[in-house]
C-alpha cells in the first residue's frame, strides 16, 4: 500500500515514516504543501495523511486538491490542534477521519 504522508516537523515525520514502513507500507513523505501537491499531481496513492499546518499550501489546499483529483481517496488528516473546528473542516472537505 502506498502512502504519500505530509507533516513538517522533521522528527515526526520520519518517526511516521519510520513505523509505517515497519508495516510494509510504501511512504513518500513531505515536509511542505507545494511538494506534496506536486506528488499527489505525478502518482496515485492508497492513502493520504495529511497534517493541517503546514509551509506552502496548507493541508486543507492538498486536501481539497486530492478529493478533486481523486473523488474516493482515503485520507487522514492530523493536526496538534484540538478545536473541534478543524476538525469540522476537514470532514467537511471530504476527508475520511
Request: aromatic residues 12%.
Given at each position: 500500500?502506498?502512502?504519500?504522508?505530509?507533516?513538517?516537523?522533521?522528527?515526526?515525520?520520519?518517526?511516521?515514516?519510520?513505523?509505517?514502513?515497519?508495516?510494509?507500507?510504501?511512504?513518500?513523505?513531505c515536509l511542505?504543501?507545494?511538494?506534496?501537491?506536486?506528488?499527489?499531481?505525478?502518482?496515485?496513492?492508497?492513502?493520504?495523511v495529511?497534517?493541517?499546518?503546514?509551509?506552502?499550501?496548507?493541508?486543507y489546499?492538498?486536501?481539497?486538491?486530492?478529493?478533486?483529483?481523486?473523488?474516493?481517496?482515503?485520507?487522514?488528516?492530523?493536526?496538534?490542534?484540538?478545536e473541534?473546528?478543524?476538525?469540522?473542516?476537514?470532514?467537511?472537505?471530504?476527508?475520511?477521519?
Amino acid at each position: 500500500m502506498k502512502v504519500l504522508l505530509l507533516e513538517d516537523d522533521f522528527s515526526t515525520n520520519a518517526a511516521m515514516v519510520h513505523e509505517l514502513e515497519e508495516f510494509g507500507f510504501i511512504v513518500d513523505s513531505c515536509l511542505d504543501g507545494e511538494s506534496a501537491m506536486n506528488l499527489v499531481y505525478e502518482k496515485k496513492h492508497d492513502l493520504y495523511v495529511l497534517d493541517i499546518n503546514v509551509p506552502n499550501f496548507d493541508g486543507y489546499e492538498v486536501l481539497k486538491f486530492i478529493v478533486e483529483k481523486y473523488p474516493n481517496a482515503l485520507t487522514i488528516m492530523i493536526s496538534t490542534h484540538i478545536e473541534i473546528e478543524y476538525l469540522k473542516k476537514a470532514f467537511a472537505l471530504g476527508s475520511n477521519d
